[in-house]
């Protein structure tokens, strides 16, 4: 099924895990988190791996391993997580990214300008505080 706007499934697997590893009393290890939300293992290790080099969990190897917030809850907001997936999000005023419209005006407006600035400005104000 196609949508005009969809994350994709790094930036959906990046937002989900955060918010489970949050509502977490324990460390929460990739089997869990892939199980959870119903993702392969490969990718949850990757994006956690991303994740962790960026600051926002620390990582521990072996049985008893996983990931833990290393910053507080309401410290992290779903576009800070978002752009250390996707990189930084960007309010584009064009749907194919152009300069310059061959009709010479916008077949849709301003419509991409105002939903992708609503989408950042909702990703940049929401924290994973929100959601415990």
């Known amino acids: 099924m196609s949508g005009i706007v969809a994350l994709t499934e790094a930036a ?9 590893i949050a509502r977490s009393d324990e460390v929460v290890n990739v089997a869990k988190i892939s199980e959870f939300i119903g993702s392969s293992r490969h990718h949850v290790a990757k994006i956690m791996q991303r994740l962790s080099k960026r600051g926002f969990v620390s990582s521990n190897r072996g049985p008893s391993g996983g990931f ?13 997580i978002y752009e250390a997936i996707e990189g ?5 005023t064009c749907p194919m990214d ?14 991409s300008l105002r939903m992708s600035g609503e989408i950042k ?12």
């Open 121 to 132: 400005e909702f990703l940049e104000g929401k924290t994973l505080q929100d959601y415990l």
């Open 98 to 111: 152009r300069d310059v419209c061959p009709f010479g005006e916008c077949l849709l407006g301003d419509l």
């Open 12 to 20: 959906s697997i990046g937002l989900h895990s955060m918010v489970l």
């Open 68 to 80: 833990i917030l290393k910053k507080l809850p309401k410290d992290i907001s779903l576009l800070d």
């Open 88 to 92: 930084p999000l960007a309010v584009q």
